[in-house]
């Protein structure tokens, strides 16, 4: 039988603001780093300006980014995507990847209780790991970012980058290339975001807060 289906607030305004605010600024940061980039030739953009205000939002970034996990934590949202639900989500993008090779339709395993209206399951269980992809990411961009602006403080991870990239030549340089690689792969991993939420019939939900989602108990 076919769950009745409710309309259900998904994310406060909060959540939402902060998203599209740290959305926006990792499109700002990776324009104005192309601007100071030593590998890719962007001459839309001052140097100097670019690498003002770089570095300039990469601070306010990280202050973005420090409230929203906390924020993530104090409402709850966290306990949906906790280290101790990565084995389940490795098993449903295996099965994931298997009903797409079979050209089979996934179900969504989203539901809420209409009696206790509440979430009885809030999210696709792939964005357990998409989340902490997120954060990973963020990680090295945040600590090799800080070690590009203090090199003689942060000097541990410069040494920790030139020890992965002993060909560099120099530390810094070493720390310059993986900032600059992985932030080429922020570039793929919002197009699968934004191609995954959409997939998931999601994406209205960041704008607006609301979905329809399937109940159960009635
Ligand atoms: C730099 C760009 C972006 C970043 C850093 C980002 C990051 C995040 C994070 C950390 C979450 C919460 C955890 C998760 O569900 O993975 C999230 C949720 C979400 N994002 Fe993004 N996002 C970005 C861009 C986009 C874009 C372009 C779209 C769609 C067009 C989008 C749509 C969504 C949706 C729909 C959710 C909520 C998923 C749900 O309801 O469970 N995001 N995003
Ligand atoms: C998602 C976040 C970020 C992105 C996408 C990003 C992107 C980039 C890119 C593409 C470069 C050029 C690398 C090259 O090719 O030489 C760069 C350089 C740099 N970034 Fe970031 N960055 C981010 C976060 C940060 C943060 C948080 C900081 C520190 C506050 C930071 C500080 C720097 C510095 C100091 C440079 C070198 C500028 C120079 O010496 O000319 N970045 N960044």
């Known amino acids: 039988m076919k769950n009745k289906m409710v309309a259900v607030k998904r994310h406060t305004l909060l959540y939402r603001v902060l ?3 740290i959305a926006a600024e990792i499109v700002l940061l990776l324009i104005s780093g192309i601007g100071v980039s030593d590998y890719i ?8 300006g670019a690498r003002g205000f770089h570095i300039v939002l990469g601070l306010a970034w990280i202050g973005t980014i ?14 949906w995507f906790g280290i101790s639900r990565i084995g389940s989500a490795i098993d449903f993008f295996v099965h994931e990847l298997k009903s797409f090779i079979e050209g089979k339709k996934v179900k969504s395993p989203i539901s809420y209780s209409a009696e206790e209206k509440k979430y009885v399951e809030k999210i696709v269980l792939t964005e357990v790991l998409a989340w902490w992809g997120w954060f990973a990411l963020w990680i090295i961009m945040v600590l090799t ?5 203090f090199p003689e403080s942060l000097n541990f991870i410069n040494r920790f980058c030139f020890a992965l990239l002993p060909l560099s030549g120099r530390a810094v340089v070493a720390t310059r290339f993986i900032h600059l690689v992985v932030s080429m792969v922020f570039i793929v991993y919002i197009i699968i975001h934004a191609y995954a939420s959409w997939t998931f019939g999601m994406v209205g939900s960041i704008f607006s807060g609301t979905n329809e989602e399937p109940a159960t108990n009635d």
Do not use: D, P
């Not at 420090?66 to 306990?79: D, H, P, S």
């Not at 970012?145 to 602006?149: M, V």
């Open 19 to 21: 998203h599209w605010v």
């Open 41 to 48: 030739c962007a001459t839309f953009i001052s140097r100097g």
């Open 66 to 79: 420090t409230f929203f996990l906390y924020y993530f934590m104090m409402v709850g949202e966290y306990k």
């Open 145 to 149: 970012g800080l070690a590009l602006l």
